[in-house]
């Protein structure tokens, strides 16, 4: 089975091909990030403009990087969401024609499950069942992941996700966008321990079992912070290594927390926040330390790429999920299991907000 994935749901178009045998053949990304940066962040409009753009461009790279034709395509792989309605609505629609043209079937897939199952495309993937920390800019969730398409909510934020608050406070800190990588850097300068900055629901999670998570309280002190002390650069950089390290505890500890309660030995860790070099250097400590391994998807991997839409294609494929025409249909509209791909329907429709656990 050969799938192409396509990736649009915010600022990143990314276009992958994916063998289920072979494994990946060829990936292309384009990121956004210099167009919206003097915006200081995602204009959606712009985004969805400059995705018309890269998808069919890049749609050619991968097909001829990876050595295949249009024609030997099985099955279009497309993040249907969550995201930007107009930015996904360009990877749903060029995806459903491409489907249609060739008379294959077109997948919607959950953005979420993609990063989760990222860490599947390294070279020593985990097994299932594992536990999932999620960390991206929209979300942050605890999953239990039994097999693809079997995802258990474990927790999740009340509020912002790790990743809008390491860029609310980054922007806070005067760093450009976007601004979780920046503060990670500034924080490699500064001292942890000069500023005391809050762990949020760390406390209720040891009385309670509690998994949730809150961030927005911890950019609320932080925010506190730069305006009662005005901070020099030097100061600067502490806040930035306090706010850093405050996130970090609270993932780390709610993420070795479900591994005791699911009772499972290995964490995948997904999602651009996954990228920081902090949260992996504790969590590889600590969970070592508690017997447990912890998988990371490759570096390029961790943040918004359509390998992963298309590898979730693949499994879902593979698994047999997504080929019954009840599911497909009530999923992407498409009519994946019909026999005779004339009777497939390619109606298609986006999900900017989409639960995963919903996603089956
Ligand atoms: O998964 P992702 O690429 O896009 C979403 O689906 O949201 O995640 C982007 C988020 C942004 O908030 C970005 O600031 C954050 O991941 N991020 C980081 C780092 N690299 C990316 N946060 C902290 N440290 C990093 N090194
Ligand atoms: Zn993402």
């Known amino acids: 089975m050969l799938i192409l994935g396509i990736e649009t749901s915010c600022d990143e178009t990314g276009v992958a091909l994916y063998h289920s045998q072979r494994g990946l053949l060829a990936h292309a990304l384009h990121t956004q990030i210099a167009m919206h940066e ?12 400059d995705h018309i753009r890269r998808v069919l461009p890049l749609v050619r790279e991968v097909m ?14 497309y993040t249907q969401g969550p995201g930007l309605a107009g930015a996904l609505l360009v990877g749903t629609s060029i995806a459903n024609a491409l489907a249609f043209a060739l008379g294959i079937p077109a997948l919607g897939i959950h953005h979420l499950e993609g990063h989760l199952l990222s860490p599947l495309l390294a070279s020593e993937p985990p097994r299932f069942p594992f536990v999932a920390l999620l960390v991206s800019g929209g979300h942050t969730q605890l999953m239990r ?12 934020t009340m509020d912002d996700a790790a990743g809008e608050a390491f860029d609310k406070t980054a922007h806070l800190l005067g760093l450009g966008y976007p601004g979780g990588p920046a503060l990670a850097q500034l924080a490699g300068k500064g001292r942890v321990g000069r500023y005391k900055l809050p762990r949020p629901m760390l406390e209720q999670m040891h009385r309670t079992g509690n998994l949730d998570f809150s961030f927005s309280g911890l950019k609320t002190a932080a925010q506190l912070l730069v305006r009662q002390q005005v901070p020099d650069a030097a100061g600067r950089a502490d806040v930035a290594a306090a706010f ?16 005791e309660q699911t009772g499972l030995d ?13 949260l992996r250097q504790r969590l590889d400590r600590e969970a070592a330390e508690a017997g447990c391994s912890v998988f990371y998807p490759e570096f390029e991997f961790c943040t918004d790429n359509g390998a992963m839409i298309a590898l979730a294609g693949a499994l879902r494929l593979g698994a047999g999920i997504g080929a019954d025409p009840a599911q497909a249909h009530g999923a992407a509209g498409v009519r994946l299991g019909a026999r005779d791909p004339a009777a497939r329907t390619y109606a298609f429709t986006v999900k900017p907000r989409w639960n995963l656990s919903t996603s089956v």
């Not at 850093?244 to 591994?259: F, T």
């Not at 290995?266 to 902090?278: E, H, I, S, T, Y």
């Open 244 to 259: 850093q390290e405050a996130i970090v505890d609270v993932l780390v500890a709610k993420s070795l927390h479900a591994l």
């Open 38 to 49: 003097e915006y200081g962040g995602v204009v959606p409009e712009l985004a969805s403009r």
């Open 266 to 278: 290995q964490l995948v860790v997904a999602g651009g926040v996954g990228a920081n070099r902090r």
């Open 64 to 77: 001829h990087r990876g050595g295949a034709s249009l024609a030997d395509i099985d099955a279009v792989a």
């Open 145 to 156: 992941v039994g097999a693809v398409g079997e995802y258990e909510l474990l927790g999740e």
